[in-house]
């Protein structure tokens, strides 16, 4: 049962993989983005789980508490979450752009016209 | 102000990125960001004298002691790369004006002078910082900003390139993430020095080879060891020629310091080499690397990519230094990181240079390029030979130390496949050379006829290749800092 006390890194391992996956298997464009953020998001869960002290209380000042979760991984997973707004909402922008560019947001098709162009002298 | 240095290096070209984008007319945004990075230049030259007079720097910010608050610490290597970005910033970015008016519209010029200023600070503070967290953080400031540097290109390949690297820069950045994440979770510390002191502790713990291997991972995609490269080719091949050579100069090389930092400094040689084979992943990797790197360069047709694919075999090199783990070796590894970006800042100012007569850079239209730009031509031709590894260039003094590296660990198979490599940079150099000096220009003559590259593409361009023969020839001052920097990353941290 030792396995399942751990639960919520379990959670981070198969998000991780999910987000991992997407981004590895699929050929639309949005979607690969949306399978980045599963992965990084799964990163936010680790770092929170790792902050959590058993029998501790949110990291809020308070005279009934004595024992405090650690705060700490909190404030730096709150950067790495901005990071990844900023990384989702960039590729969005190109995602934009490249539709335009392409007339597509599929990979394959994306592809397909750069080997064309490849070939034309 | 003297002792603010540290981190002015870091805050005037972060300041200075929102100011220049309300700077209109562009060419004044152009003035202002080459005021401040000549503002870089000089802190990076003052903190390197500092650093050589006084020893490690170490700056608190806001005053906050290390365990507590962030600190900044500046030893002989960080001054040594600080000074590397911050000077070719600065001369690439005396090129940019006259380049990027051909290749950016008027009204994104000044964007561009701000994302460029965006990713010096990016840059410039992964290797100021002392904290492990504040190195994820600047990696994505100067790699969200390279993103869309890239995609400024013209070509709509550009747009394809800048999403492929978004996608494999941040899976890179997210295990970077993940490794620094774990490390903190065995040590209570973000603190580099910190944790190279209590990482001795635990190491054994199956924790921090987890930690060990996300990171060195994490970086190896980042710095674009082969075959994590696959981003890199069409990145630099489709981005403004300016990018480009601020990219292939700076952005790969400050990567290689962060992976030296934390194998060296944090996790340990004998741990990261021992535990884990780190040491024989970066020499196998390096060597194919090099071989398998130069032969595609050599199919190349565009002469943008291939330089990239010789900017992975010189990745190669690099890596193949540190996985020699001996002074020598990392000392060549220093050497090469610097020459390296002497090299390839020249030849791709070059091939600005050739893109703005020619609007292009495939191989086939470099015919009869010798005569018509024979200023130009000349620097790729010097920078080339800088590459090979030809003596009186600083690629021939890396090249001595890596060969040097190698006996002494007395691999000697291993100095001929370096000795291959550099005859086939020698050969993809050569493909350029026929067409420029021996192939007939096109008939119909190009009309109007094509001139030399603009004077103010051509002087920085020529800075980078004198710069070439110069420490190829003077090699005092390079040598003695790297391996200055290498006997210090040798000796264990002390409290």
């Known amino acids: 049962m030792s396995a399942l006390l751990h639960y919520n890194y379990w959670i981070v391992i198969v998000l991780m993989m999910i987000g991992f996956y997407i981004v590895i298997t699929h050929s639309n464009l949005i979607k690969k983005l949306l399978g980045l953020s599963i992965f990084q998001t799964s990163v936010f869960i680790l770092y929170i789980s790792m902050g959590k002290v058993i029998g501790g209380s949110a990291p809020i000042l308070s005279d009934k508490v004595q024992i405090y979760s650690n705060p700490l991984p909190h404030v730096l997973i709150l950067t790495a979450i901005v990071v990844g707004i900023a990384t989702t909402a960039l590729g969005l922008a190109l995602v934009v752009r490249l539709r335009e560019a392409y007339g597509s947001i599929e990979e394959e098709d994306i592809q397909a016209q750069e080997r064309d162009e490849g070939q034309a002298p | ?495």
């Not at chain 2, 980042?222 to 490269?229: G, R």
């Not at chain 2, 100012?349 to 239209?365: C, H, I, M, Q």
């Open chain 2, 1 to 495: 102000m003297m002792q603010h240095l540290p981190v002015l290096q870091v805050i005037v070209p972060l300041l200075a990125a929102p100011l220049a984008l309300l700077l209109r007319p562009s060419r004044l945004a152009w003035l202002f960001a080459l005021i401040a990075s000549g503002a870089g230049l000089f802190i990076s030259l003052s903190l390197l004298a500092q650093v050589l007079e006084q020893g490690t720097l170490i700056y608190a910010l806001g005053g906050w002691a290390a365990p507590i608050g962030i600190e900044y610490r500046i030893d002989r290597l960080n001054a040594f790369v600080l000074l590397l970005v911050s000077l070719i910033g600065f001369v690439v970015l005396l090129a940019a004006d006259t380049s990027i008016r051909r290749e950016i519209d008027e009204d994104k010029q000044p964007y561009f002078y701000s994302l460029y200023l965006l990713c010096m600070a990016g840059l410039l503070g992964i290797v100021a910082t002392g904290d492990a967290f504040n190195v994820f953080v600047f990696l994505e400031i100067s790699a969200l900003s390279t993103y869309t540097l890239i995609a400024m290109g013209r070509d709509r390949r550009a747009l394809w390139a800048s999403y492929q690297y978004l996608i494999m820069g941040t899976i890179g950045a997210t295990f970077i993430l993940i490794g620094i994440g774990l490390l903190y979770m065995m040590t209570g510390t973000l603190n580099m020095h910190d944790l190279a002191l209590r990482l001795p502790a635990v190491q054994n713990s199956a924790t921090v080879l987890t930690a060990t291997a996300f990171f060195v991972v994490g970086v190896c995609l980042k710095l674009a060891l082969f075959p994590m490269h696959l981003w890199l080719p069409n990145a630099y091949a489709y981005a403004p020629s300016i990018v480009t050579a601020l990219l292939a100069a700076t952005a790969t090389k400050v990567a290689i310091y962060v992976l030296i930092r934390f194998v060296f400094t944090i996790f340990g040689l004998d741990f990261a080499f021992d535990s884990l084979p780190v040491h024989e992943m970066l020499l196998v990797l390096g060597v194919v690397g090099i071989l398998v790197a130069s032969v595609l360069a050599i199919a190349q047709s565009n002469v943008k990519r291939l330089f990239a694919y010789s900017s992975v075999a010189q990745i190669g090199y690099m890596v193949l230094g540190i996985g020699l783990a001996n002074t020598t070796g990392l000392t060549a590894s220093l050497l090469h990181l610097f020459n390296h970006a002497l090299m390839k800042g020249a030849l791709f100012l070059a091939l600005a240079g050739v893109f703005y007569r020619l609007s292009t850079v495939e191989l086939k239209s470099f015919q009869g390029l010798g005569r018509q730009m024979p200023l130009t031509l000349a620097a790729i031709v010097i920078g080339g030979l800088s590459l090979v590894g030809v003596p009186l260039t600083v690629g021939f003094v890396s090249k001595w130390y890596l060969v040097l590296a190698i006996l002494e660990r007395g691999w000697w198979p291993l100095a001929f496949l370096v000795m291959l490599g550099s005859l086939l940079a020698l050969v993809y150099l050569w493909r350029i050379v026929e067409m420029a000096y021996f192939s007939p220009a096109p008939a119909d003559g190009g009309n109007p006829p094509v001139k030399e590259a603009p004077l103010m593409i051509l002087l920085p361009t020529w800075l980078l290749v004198i710069a070439n023969v110069y420490f190829g020839l003077d090699t005092d001052l390079t040598v003695s800092l790297a391996s200055l920097a290498s006997i210090e990353l040798f000796t264990p941290v002390v409290p």
